[in-house]
């Protein structure tokens, strides 16, 4: 890791930091989330350290419902800090340069959605962004720049890749952890057994990890909707669209030619369920594979027999990466591949990094605790980038910047 990180900063300087409070918005309410708690541990030094703090951050994306102010934001990050965090509905114009102008150490300021500002969007390079209004307005009233905002960091806008280029900057905490934890399958050596448990709805994730990163799993173990894209390849006839969603068909369409590739190459590292759980009168049911005769059951789950595998695997080994779960975790009835693999992982005395927003959920859920695992990710686009060693343009400017 090159970049620097607040423990190469002199306290009490006045500085621009850049999270990523992205979160879900239900009619019109922000709700709080992990990220929250994550970058409330830097804001927190930062208060401690008497910096005086304007904070970045984008919600939604111009013409989502989920586009809105950081005015809520700014009251949950008070909450999480135990501390006044102030929000200014401007970003670079004069009502916010007025509001930074009265920072003094230990104050926060959150400054308006960096997507509703001049400059911030379209993605373009780093050196155009520095160029940008936004840009040249901001830099000048800081004495530093910090990047926090690792799950947005394969965004080339410029609250992300333009200040590193004009002042000095560093890496906040979660950047910190975050990079540290998800590069650590391309960095790290294990000696024994290498596991990767994948799920979730998104099949191009999936073929993307197990193309980039085949070489250094001994296991894929794969469940949700990648799971029976793969099980319809090896000539179950299993995989059904249930009600208007389209998870199934389209993904087989685009990707039958590619799973049915890695098949051949990779076959006999990858593990797909046994047994399967479907719903029938509002119960989980449980079948064999081979005893799936028809396209029409909704699979929503892997069974518990192939649960249980998956677990005794995650026991053997030395680092378990979870990504996407394992099936509906957040009906309880089909929770049990997901929750089953989490427990054993947390229970294990192994690495284990579990990412994608979706999948961290299932471990406050269900009664786990954070802290039996090595790192829980907040981030879902980046992790996978990670996982695929794609680099991240936000962390590529940190480490070129001093
Ligand atoms: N068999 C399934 N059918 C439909 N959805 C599923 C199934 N298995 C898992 N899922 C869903 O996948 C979601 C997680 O998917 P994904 O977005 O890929 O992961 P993440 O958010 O962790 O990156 C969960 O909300 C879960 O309900
Ligand atoms: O929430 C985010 O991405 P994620 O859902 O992939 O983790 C980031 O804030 C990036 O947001 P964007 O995908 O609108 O650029």
Redesign the pocket.
């Given at each position: 890791m090159t970049f620097q990180t607040l423990d190469d900063l002199d306290d009490g300087q006045r500085v621009l930091v850049r999270l990523d409070l992205n979160s879900p918005v239900e009619d019109g309410e922000v709700q709080d989330n992990r990220r929250f708690g994550r970058h409330a541990a830097t804001i927190s030094e930062l208060v401690d350290r008497d910096f005086a703090v304007a904070v970045m951050a984008h919600q939604g994306r111009p013409g989502d419902e989920d586009f809105v102010s950081l005015s809520q934001h700014a009251d949950i990050l008070a909450d999480h800090i135990d501390h006044d965090v102030d929000h200014v509905a401007d970003t670079f114009g004069g009502e916010a340069l007025d509001a930074i102008d009265a920072l003094e150490g230990g104050d926060v300021l959150v400054l308006e959605n960096t997507r509703m500002a001049d400059g911030e969007l379209p993605e373009e390079e780093p050196e155009v962004k520095a160029e940008t209004e936004f840009v040249q307005t901001l830099a000048p009233e800081f004495d530093a720049y910090i990047n926090d905002a690792y799950s947005a960091a394969h965004r080339s806008h410029a609250s992300l890749v333009g200040f590193p280029l004009v002042m000095d900057a560093y890496a906040g905490r979660v950047m910190e952890t975050e990079y540290q934890a998800n590069t650590a399958i391309a960095e790290k050596e294990f000696d024994g057994q290498v596991t990767m448990a994948m799920?979730?709805?998104?099949a191009t994730?999936v073929i993307g990890v197990i193309d980039h990163i085949g070489d250094k799993i001994d296991d894929f173990v794969l469940?949700?909707?990648?799971g029976?894209l793969f099980l319809r390849a090896q000539g179950y006839p299993i995989g059904y669209d249930?009600g208007d969603?389209d998870?199934f068909t389209t993904q087989w369409e685009n990707n039958q030619e590619i799973i049915e590739d890695i098949l051949e190459e990779r076959g006999d590292q990858i593990t797909v369920a046994h047994d399967v759980a479907y719903g029938e009168d509002g119960e989980r049911v449980e079948v064999d594979v081979d005893d799936v005769d028809e396209k029409g059951l909704?699979?929503?789950?892997i069974g518990t027999d192939t649960a249980e595998d998956y677990a005794e695997l995650a026991r053997e080994s030395d680092a378990v990466f979870v990504?996407?779960?394992?099936?509906?975790?957040?009906d309880e009835k089909?929770s049990t591949g997901?929750v089953t693999v989490l427990e054993a992982v947390a229970e294990t005395d192994c690495f284990s990094v579990v990412?994608?927003?979706?999948?961290?959920r299932a471990i406050t859920m269900y009664g786990m605790s954070e802290d039996s695992f090595d790192h829980v990710s907040i981030a879902?686009g980046a992790?996978?980038r990670a996982l695929t060693g794609d680099a991240l343009i936000g962390v590529e400017v940190l480490q070129n910047a001093n």
């Amino acid at each position: 890791m090159t970049f620097q990180t607040l423990d190469d900063l002199d306290d009490g300087q006045r500085v621009l930091v850049r999270l990523d409070l992205n979160s879900p918005v239900e009619d019109g309410e922000v709700q709080d989330n992990r990220r929250f708690g994550r970058h409330a541990a830097t804001i927190s030094e930062l208060v401690d350290r008497d910096f005086a703090v304007a904070v970045m951050a984008h919600q939604g994306r111009p013409g989502d419902e989920d586009f809105v102010s950081l005015s809520q934001h700014a009251d949950i990050l008070a909450d999480h800090i135990d501390h006044d965090v102030d929000h200014v509905a401007d970003t670079f114009g004069g009502e916010a340069l007025d509001a930074i102008d009265a920072l003094e150490g230990g104050d926060v300021l959150v400054l308006e959605n960096t997507r509703m500002a001049d400059g911030e969007l379209p993605e373009e390079e780093p050196e155009v962004k520095a160029e940008t209004e936004f840009v040249q307005t901001l830099a000048p009233e800081f004495d530093a720049y910090i990047n926090d905002a690792y799950s947005a960091a394969h965004r080339s806008h410029a609250s992300l890749v333009g200040f590193p280029l004009v002042m000095d900057a560093y890496a906040g905490r979660v950047m910190e952890t975050e990079y540290q934890a998800n590069t650590a399958i391309a960095e790290k050596e294990f000696d024994g057994q290498v596991t990767m448990a994948m799920g979730g709805t998104k099949a191009t994730d999936v073929i993307g990890v197990i193309d980039h990163i085949g070489d250094k799993i001994d296991d894929f173990v794969l469940g949700g909707i990648a799971g029976q894209l793969f099980l319809r390849a090896q000539g179950y006839p299993i995989g059904y669209d249930v009600g208007d969603m389209d998870l199934f068909t389209t993904q087989w369409e685009n990707n039958q030619e590619i799973i049915e590739d890695i098949l051949e190459e990779r076959g006999d590292q990858i593990t797909v369920a046994h047994d399967v759980a479907y719903g029938e009168d509002g119960e989980r049911v449980e079948v064999d594979v081979d005893d799936v005769d028809e396209k029409g059951l909704g699979i929503m789950d892997i069974g518990t027999d192939t649960a249980e595998d998956y677990a005794e695997l995650a026991r053997e080994s030395d680092a378990v990466f979870v990504k996407g779960a394992l099936g509906v975790f957040e009906d309880e009835k089909f929770s049990t591949g997901t929750v089953t693999v989490l427990e054993a992982v947390a229970e294990t005395d192994c690495f284990s990094v579990v990412g994608g927003g979706d999948t961290s959920r299932a471990i406050t859920m269900y009664g786990m605790s954070e802290d039996s695992f090595d790192h829980v990710s907040i981030a879902g686009g980046a992790y996978i980038r990670a996982l695929t060693g794609d680099a991240l343009i936000g962390v590529e400017v940190l480490q070129n910047a001093n």
